[in-house]
């Protein structure tokens, strides 16, 4: 991310206001990996801004420290990602629940990465949400290449599939419903089923 300094009217007499500016990443079809034994840690905020990313983060993402802190965490979203994960994803935190995930996340340079995201809200001592907390770790490939892959694809192509973005959100978000509807189970039970 740039630093863009705008400033206002002399006649104001602020100080000029820094602003991150977005940078536009184009996906490869490069896939990075990282060890068995690593954890990639980030918290946000909650709005989702990260408050805190561990070194494992930096690394597979390779954003510094300095360019993640205060940034939404959507900015390491792959594009082939569908939103009605991470509709899923933010209904159940705001719940105050946890949520296992398989997640496609895209690097600085444009690579990709799977994990295995267990994301859960941080909760302050007066029991009130302060932020979330996500640990990933390496995902099992054959539930990726095997269920997950075929499974984003027909919702990302539902919420392509519709000129309006909210629409193809409610359907592909429908869909996942119907699918987890069918077997009787919940999201985490079939992520831990597979």
């Known amino acids: 991310m740039s630093i863009v300094a705008v400033s206002e009217p002399a006649a104001s007499r602020r100080k000029p206001v820094a602003r991150k500016v977005a940078r536009v990443v184009q996906p490869t079809t490069n896939e990075r990996f990282f060890e068995k034994d690593d954890i990639i840690v980030s918290k946000t905020n ?59 996340n895209m690097t600085k340079t444009g690579d990709f990465y799977w994990v295995l995201a267990h994301a859960t809200p941080s909760i302050a001592a007066s029991g009130e949400t302060i932020g979330y907390h996500s640990s990933r770790r390496v995902p099992d490939r054959r539930v990726v290449d095997g269920t997950i892959i075929p499974l984003y694809r027909a919702l990302k192509d539902i919420e392509d599939g519709e000129a309006d973005r909210r629409a193809g959100l409610v359907k592909s978000s429908e869909r996942l419903n119907a699918i987890l509807k069918e077997k009787g189970i919940g999201y985490d039970e079939f992520i831990f089923g597979l």
């Not at 979203?77 to 997640?103: N, S, T």
């Open 46 to 104: 909650l709005k989702g801004h990260l408050t805190y990313v561990n070194r494992v983060f930096m690394a597979i993402s390779d954003y510094q420290e300095s360019e993640l802190l205060g940034q939404p965490h959507s900015m390491i979203r792959h594009p082939d990602m569908p939103r009605a994960i991470f509709k899923l994803l933010w209904d159940q935190l705001q719940a105050g629940k946890e949520i296992f995930a398989y997640v496609k």
